[in-house]
């Protein structure tokens, strides 16, 4: 029988996925089960939808534990790691996808939507990276963090100051987690996506006209799938890429490098 060596890489390690209920964790942890890794399926989503990923990533014969947490609350996140650690052994390789993007004006941004914002996209990242690393450290064999931001981090976009504010926040935590967790072995980088077909995009995506502005905008001249995505996740939790940390990852077909140019 023909052995796909790629697939062996990351055989048998364990990942904690933040948000992969649906959208880019879901395509995550689907990635990571076809390369041979069991998977912790945490989702704030109380539906059947954390309950499918784990059954597709069962069927491609890897366990899988399904976790339902709010990453902006630590003592949730706190006990997340321990269940996780008690069932499935430890943690190898931890992304966070969990993520909320409320669209609002400046001018009329609510309290309640900026404590969201942060709450999650920010906070949500710093608790779930500093307990996870903490477990990482102490294990001695070290890990991979990756941490799902946004082209957001870079520029700005209307009705979105808030969320822009909490993605460009959490690329200096990764390159201020690469400085001190290295001497771990710990590596810790990000990934910002730009348009992807996701939930949180589908309305507006569905939308004929607006989904040619979009795509105008990008100069590969598509949207993101989130295998797309996930793809470079894998990468990044590979052997390939063991020197690779603090690092920052456009996968946005260009469009921050096309922004202003006609």
Not at 124 to 151: D, P, T, W, Y
Request: proline share 3%; hydrophobic share 45%.
């Amino acid at each position: 029988m023909q052995v796909d060596l790629a697939s062996q890489k990351l055989r048998d390690q364990v990942a904690l996925i933040t948000g992969a209920g649906s959208g880019i964790g879901r395509a995550v942890a689907l990635a990571f089960a076809a390369h041979g890794v069991d998977t912790i399926i945490a989702d704030v989503r109380r539906d059947e939808g954390p309950e499918q990923v784990a059954e597709l990533v069962r069927r491609r014969g890897r366990r899988a534990l399904v976790v339902q947490v709010d990453v902006a609350d630590r003592a949730a996140v706190d006990a997340m790691v321990r269940e996780a650690v008690a069932k499935m052994g430890r943690i190898d390789i931890l992304v966070t996808c969990a993520g909320v993007n409320v669209y609002q004006p400046f001018l009329e941004i609510e309290q309640r939507v900026w404590d969201l914002t942060i709450g999650v996209d920010q906070t949500g990242v710093f608790n779930c990276c500093q307990e996870v690393a903490r477990h990482m450290a102490a294990r001695g064999s070290g890990g991979k963090i990756i941490v799902l931001a946004s082209v957001s981090a870079e520029d700005a976009f209307r009705n979105q100051s808030h969320y822009c504010a909490a993605k460009a926040a959490v690329i200096k935590l990764v390159e201020g987690m690469a400085y001190e967790l290295g001497a771990y072995g710990i590596t810790a980088n990000a990934i910002s996506p730009g348009w992807v077909e996701t939930p949180f995009t589908a309305d507006y995506l569905a939308d004929p006209d607006l989904r040619r502005q979009v795509e105008a905008t990008i100069p590969l001249g598509r949207v993101a799938t989130p295998a797309d995505i996930a793809r470079v996740a894998v990468f990044l939790a590979s052997p390939e890429a063991a020197y690779v940390s603090g690092a920052h990852l456009r996968v946005d077909g260009a469009l921050i490098a096309g922004r202003g140019k006609t």
